[in-house]
């Protein structure tokens, strides 16, 4: 058998361009998959780490005040294993070189410094104990603002400003994705977590020996539950807004959300991209067996049992599938990375690194090994069955006929009627060129539509749905007078008020606790709008839903919903659903303001204010803000939406940027393979042409007008399969936090095509010297 | 006319070298039929190349009419290929998807003053079959197909490598005689290969190659017609 090796080693040299692009096709299936699988796992492995060394807490539950005496009780809860009861405050912080209002959370350590969860440190210290002008802050904010340590930060608490040096800075699992609450965009700027010594929150906010806020963890086996139900009933009396399990903890649904986004991207994607690069092999490696028939049945001829011959080709399997699997663990390594490095910034973990997952290499490796085994031995099979004498001769002829294609030609020339003739008369290697350039146009569109479905998103949400240029939050609901006051603000052109109500939302069986966001009628700054994005009008009587909100509670327009208040005096009231409304970020659910505060019983009051301010007055009305004690939080779109879409460009652009590189080389490895194939069956009759006189641009025409025409079928047929492809994307990939809108462009089906054509082009150029080096001698001598 | 001086063409095989042509000297004239006879790697079929502007010389020139085939580039051998030659190979090589009247179009379509296609599938007897492709054809009639499509460009020379070399006995003499009717009709000098001594009393002149030289060069008095010919 060493002789056939060197015969091997000798064709792969021949062939090289085709092994090459085939063993891309490869890199680029095994890539995506490494990199996904690993991305995931690397991020699920850093979760779970931080969870397991900080004591993630179980449970969640915030009270109005309630006594320390009562944690004992807690604490006997059967499944509750350990309880920490602390003190959070939202403050405001006075930063000086910021833009905007700085609001802090602040939250109380315990004395013994372990606490629940244990903070991890990245640089200092946690504040001593009883030292109460000492703090810790979150890296993000450090890392936003450039804080040291030993800075000072000027707070107020409880009206009086007061300074802290900063000790420590600190990440906490609660805040691994820091999102200040009522805020769809987070910006870590103006949002810090700070934690100080539990004497100094005491006498901070007046808390001696009582508690606003718990966390729990359960013991093994516990059912979150029955103590949550518990926690309820014992902390009811305390102004409880309810207590909730991880999976509704802020952070971490927003990470858990991202993390099985991730992991049906891990299989989603390179399941469709490995499905057609198994595919593109398996016809690739076919052909290429197929073109070698004459020679595999010499050597049957000359004795070679059918068994090393099978084996000989497998190995040819294992020599570009070993180069792919190289190519793409190298590719899938550095794209994992890149995946990684682009979540530094959207998650705070200890130790993020990038961890290439076993596994999936072996089974990447797997899956294009069989992929390309079972095209080359049904090739081989359908040669060795032959008889040699049969199988020495060149195949059949095709048997040309007309094609009623031809009729739709407009002139009749004899080139025209080639090109149709090839193309109609051979509608199996059509089809499969066809079908092979009909999937990679939705492998192009995958990676390019994320930034259609960003802006859409965007669109939807910041233009058409929250309409105003910035929120302010007050620090407990005001009455509305205030609106007046924020109007008369210079440049401010139109304020309304917005109420939000902490609430459980009850349907049968299923509940979630949320906040209702009470609506002026008629309001223009916050717009819910329909699935169909039309303006929906807050019904007095009833409660509008997110479709994502609905469908968690299980109801449809009409159902009745109970809505029991978890604040004043706890109202539990039915109320109709009136509409479902398209958001495109979290789960949101409208009253009419006037009927939510009339729940409450609090009168006309509002919690927060959207604003409309003239563009050019925004620098001024945002540091008049920071100067009005009453605003504890201001959020601008203009500042804020910047910063966001540089995170998700970085997340989103990474990947569609790679996506769309495998996208390309899987177009040209569909192109070019089946451009050279076509080649080597026609080189004869082009060199024919070429002695008749044909120049060497008219004999390429001839050829590459077959492509392009074959390009051109199937390029349609990709893009109504980019349809389903990114509709079937969209739905896995959408979650509770996340709506991922299948939206493509007119732009990304240009860009798609023109990429696929582009590819084809290359291809066509790669094959042209071939063209152009055609042995006109030989022909005349030789034989089809 | 052609004309050759001190032809000569080596080729390097690896490490050999292997002379097919050596210091050949030749004209051929208008409206002549020339056969080149002679054994394999005798070096008729190097010389044909060159005539055609297929293959150039290792030296010495070669010229036909004012076109040097020598230095010519590539385009401008295509460009003398299309104008002036018509080739007809021992396996036809005609294009499988299109009939044979399309065959013949298609190279009527390049020329600039092509004779009428059905004329030129007429003068090798094939009217009755334009509309066949070539798996629907004998061997013979895809031969003469071939002929058509060389001569429908009316060339001015009518180059035949082995033209019934795939042939069985009647087909090939069907072949001969068309290729002789486009000599006589249209006047166009004709060169063929072969390996069938037979077919040399059709010409005017024989020239027999061995060893890459022309060993000798016989004239023929009376050229027999296609009917004559026998082997």
């Known amino acids: 058998m060493r002789l056939l090796d060197r015969k091997l080693a000798r064709e792969i040299i021949a062939m090289r361009a085709q092994v090459l692009t085939i063993a891309l096709v490869v890199a680029a299936g095994v890539a995506v998959f490494v990199a996904a699988i690993s991305t995931y796992h690397s991020l699920r492995t850093a979760q779970s780490q931080f969870y397991d060394s900080s004591r993630f807490p179980d449970i969640f539950v915030t009270v109005k005040r309630a006594p320390l005496s009562i944690v004992p009780r807690l604490g006997a809860i059967p499944g509750v294993a350990a309880i920490e009861p602390r003190i959070v405050e939202d403050v ?11 609001s802090a959370r602040m939250i109380s350590l315990p004395e013994s410094g372990e606490g629940l969860p244990r903070l991890h440190f990245r640089r200092g210290a946690p504040p001593s104990s009883g030292a109460t002008r000492e703090i810790a802050i979150g890296e993000a904010f450090a890392e936003a603002n450039n804080v040291p340590l030993g800075s000072e930060l000027r707070a107020i608490l409880n009206g009086r400003l007061e300074t802290f040096r900063v000790t420590g800075i600190a990440l906490s699992p609660e805040y691994v994705h820091a999102v200040r609450p009522g805020v769809s965009i987070p910006d870590d700027r103006f949002f810090v977590v700070a934690w100080i010594d539990r004497d100094a929150a005491e006498a901070a906010f007046d808390m001696e020996g009582a508690f606003n806020d718990a966390v729990v963890r359960l013991a093994p086996g516990a059912d979150p539950d029955q103590v949550i139900e518990a926690l309820d009933r014992l902390l009811e009396p305390y102004g409880s807004v309810g207590a909730i399990a991880r999976r509704d903890q802020t952070s971490h649904r927003f990470l858990d959300d991202e993390l099985n986004q991730q992991k049906v991207m891990s299989v989603t994607v390179p399941f469709i991209f490995f499905g057609v690069a198994a595919f593109l092999l398996n016809i690739a490696l076919n052909r290429l067996v197929m073109a070698q028939r004459e020679q595999i049945a010499t050597l049957k001829a000359l004795g070679f049992p059918s068994l090393p011959l099978g084996l000989h080709y497998l190995k040819l399997v294992a020599a570009i599938v070993s180069l792919g699997s190289i190519l793409g663990v190298a590719g899938g390594y550095l794209f994992g990375h890149a995946m990684i490095a682009s979540y530094h910034a959207f998650f705070r973990f200890p130790t993020l690194d990038f961890i290439l997952t076993g596994w999936s290499i072996v089974v990447g490796v797997a899956i294009s090994l069989a992929a390309a085994s079972v095209g080359v031995l049904t090739a081989v099979r359908s040669v060795v069955a032959l008889k040699p004498a049969v199988a020495m001769r060149p195949e059949a002829p095709i048997r040309f006929r007309r094609s009623i294609f031809e009729a739709l030609l407009p002139g009749r020339s004899p080139r025209a009627k080639m090109i149709v003739r ?186 927060a204010a959207a604003l409309y301010i003239e563009p050019s007055a925004i620098g001024p009305v945002s540091e008049r803000f920071k100067s009005l004690p009453v605003i504890s939080a201001a959020t601008m779109k203009a500042y804020s939406m910047a910063m966001f879409l540089d995170k998700i460009a970085g997340l989103v652009l990474v990947s569609a940027a790679i996506l769309t590189v495998f996208a390309i080389i899987i177009a040209v490895g569909v192109v070019y393979n089946s451009a050279r194939i076509r080649y080597q069956e026609r080189a004869r009759e082009l060199a024919s042409l070429r002695v008749l006189g044909f120049t060497r641009a008219e004999v390429s025409r001839l050829l590459f007008t077959e492509f392009m025409v074959e390009i051109v079928i199937g390029i349609p047929f990709g893009l109504v399969l980019s349809r389903f492809v990114v509709d079937l994307i969209a739905r896995f990939h959408s979650n509770e936090s996340f709506q991922v809108p299948a939206v493509i462009e007119p732009r990304t089906y240009a860009a798609a095509s023109i990429i696929v054509l582009l590819a084809g082009a290359a291809s066509t150029y790669m094959l042209r010297r071939r063209v152009y080096a055609l042995d006109l001698v030989a022909v005349l001598k030789s034989r089809d | 006319m052609f004309t050759a001086r001190g032809l000569s063409k080596v080729y390097v095989v690896g490490e050999m070298e292997v002379r097919a042509l050596h210091d050949v000297d030749l004209d051929i004239y208008p409206r002549e ?26 030296t010495g020139e070669a010229r036909w009419r004012d076109h040097d085939l020598v230095n010519a580039d590539e385009a401008a051998l295509t460009h003398y290929r299309r104008e002036h030659v018509g080739f007809v190979f021992q396996f036809f090589n005609l294009i499988p998807s299109l009939t044979a009247l399309e065959n013949v179009q298609l190279v009527a379509e390049i020329a600039e003053k092509p004779l009428d296609p059905r004329v030129a599938l007429d003068l090798v007897g094939l009217s009755d079959r334009l509309d066949h492709f070539p798996s629907q054809l004998s061997g013979g009639e895809q031969q003469r197909v071939a002929v058509a499509r060389a001569i429908v460009k009316a060339p001015d020379v009518l180059l035949c490598d082995e033209p019934t070399g795939a042939l069985d006995y009647e087909t090939g003499k069907l072949v001969l005689a068309a290729i002789a009717r486009a000599n006589a009709e249209l006047g166009t000098t004709t060169v063929v290969i072969t390996h069938n001594s037979a077919i040399a009393g059709m010409a005017d002149r024989v020239l027999h190659l061995a060893g890459g030289s022309i060993a000798r060069i016989k004239r023929n008095a009376h050229r027999l017609t296609t009917q004559e010919v026998r082997w």
């Open chain 1, 92 to 102: 405001i912080v006075d930063w000086p070189g910021s833009r905007l209002p700085v």
């Open chain 1, 422 to 607: 090839h193309i109609a008369g051979r509608p199996l290697q059509t089809a499969l060129t066809t079908i092979g350039i009909a999937f990679a146009v939705p492998m192009v569109v995958l990676g390019l539509f994320w930034r259609d479905s960003v802006d859409h998103m965007m669109d939807v949400q910041f233009n058409m749905i929250e309409r105003g240029n910035a929120l302010v939050t007050f620090p407990q609901p005001v009455d509305s007078d205030i609106l007046g006051d924020l109007v008369r603000l210079p440049g401010v052109m139109n304020v309304e008020g917005q109420r939000f109500v902490p609430v459980r939302l009850r349907a049968g069986q299923r509940s979630y606790l949320t906040s209702i966001i009470g609506l002026p009628r008629d309001g223009d700054l916050r717009v819910p709008r329909d699935l169909d994005l039309r303006p929906i009008e807050a019904a007095p009587d009833g409660i509008t839903l997110s479709e994502r909100l609905a469908e968690r509670l299980g109801v449809t327009a009409s159902d009745e919903i109970t809505v029991e208040v978890m604040e004043g005096e706890r109202r539990h009231i039915d109320v109709p659903v009136t509409a479902i409304v398209e958001e495109m970020l979290g789960m949101s659910s409208y009253m009419e303001i006037g009927v939510l505060n009339h729940l409450t019983g609090e009168g006309d009051v509002v919690s």
């Open chain 2, 33 to 58: 039929f020339v056969v080149l006879l002679g054994p394999s790697g005798s070096g008729k079929s190097t010389l044909l190349n060159i005539l055609g502007g297929l293959d150039s010389p290792t």
